[in-house]
């Protein structure tokens, strides 16, 4: 078991679930959970597409995939919809991970070049079937300037 750190590696961003559709989907997030959409916008990647509800001070993203070969279209043929990931903001995070992995945790896509977009994945093989994305950004990781508002959503 790898060792505890002395402070809590983050704190709580996000939750990110896969959807086959967005637009199906925001029905019930809005409707029956009273969630207020904030934006609907294309990952950097041109991927998939996020929408982001807040829900008092809880922030729900909704993934749907653009492209067909991409991962999330991988992870919805496999699994369905559901939860994808959670989402800790996590400060000095090169460091943590270098830390983690001494530790023996996998961390997988790893992303340290581009300072818009820092992040990580802890795999669910080391974190008990959690998908687990740690990130570093200025501000909110559910809100970054990097993302392209789409004009559909």
Not at 56 to 69: G, Q, R, T, V, W
Not at 87 to 103: F, G, I
Request: with cysteine.
């Amino acid at each position: 078991m790898p060792e505890q750190p002395t402070e809590p590696v983050g704190r709580f961003d996000h939750i990110g679930i896969a959807v086959h559709s967005i637009d199906d989907a925001r029905g019930f997030f809005e409707a029956v959970l009273g969630a207020r959409h904030r934006r609907t916008a294309i990952h950097h990647s041109g991927d998939f597409r996020i929408a982001l509800f807040d829900l008092h001070d809880f922030c729900i993203e909704l993934l749907e995939p653009i492209n067909p070969e991409g991962f999330l279209a991988k992870f919805l043929e496999r699994r369905g919809e559901g939860f994808h990931h959670l989402t800790l903001q996590t400060p000095n995070l090169e460091h943590r991970v270098e830390a983690m992995e001494r530790a023996g945790v996998r961390v997988v896509d790893k992303s340290f070049d581009d300072p818009s977009s820092i992040d990580a994945f802890i795999s669910p093989k080391s974190a008990h079937g959690l998908l687990i994305q740690l990130g570093q950004t200025p501000g909110p990781l559910n809100n970054p300037p990097y993302w392209e508002d789409d004009p559909e959503g």
